[in-house]
C-alpha cells in the first residue's frame, strides 16, 4: 500500500523532470527581464488588488513558488522578507541563482 510520502516524492521526481524543459522555455527570458531594477512579473487584476492590499514591507510566504518570478516581483514593490516554497528541487534551484543574479533578496526552500 502506498503512504502519502511515496505521493508526495513521485510528485517531487515528477516536476524535477518536466522543470528542464520549463527553463529550457523561460529561463532566458526571465533572467533578462529581472536584469531591470524592479522589474515586475504581475499584472492586473493581480497588481491592482496587491495595491489596494499594500505589499509594503510586508512579509511573504509565496506556496509553490516555482521559479520565483512572481515571489521576487512582490519584492520589487515593496515587500518586506520574502521566502518561497516548492517541492522542485530544480525549481528552488532556479528561483535561488535568479535571485542572486538579480540582487532580488528571496529566500527559496524546497519543501512538501
Known amino acids: ?24 522555455a523561460n529561463q532566458d527570458k526571465w533572467d533578462q527581464r529581472f536584469s531591470v531594477p524592479g522589474y515586475s512579473a504581475l499584472v492586473d487584476p ?18 509553490c513558488c516555482n521559479n520565483g518570478v512572481e515571489l521576487m516581483s512582490l519584492k520589487n514593490l515593496g515587500a518586506g522578507r520574502c521566502v518561497g516554497f516548492d517541492i522542485s528541487d530544480a525549481a528552488i534551484d532556479e528561483a535561488t541563482q535568479r535571485s542572486a543574479r538579480a540582487g532580488v533578496a528571496c529566500t527559496f526552500v524546497r519543501s512538501d
Do not use: F
Not at 500500500?1 to 529550457?24: C, I
Not at 493581480?46 to 509565496?62: D, F, M, N, T
Open 1 to 24: 500500500m502506498k503512504t502519502q510520502s511515496d505521493y508526495t516524492e513521485a510528485n517531487r521526481l515528477a516536476w524535477n523532470e518536466v522543470m528542464p524543459r520549463h527553463q529550457a
Open 46 to 63: 493581480e497588481l491592482e488588488q496587491l495595491s489596494k492590499i499594500g505589499v509594503e514591507g510586508k512579509a511573504i510566504c509565496h506556496l
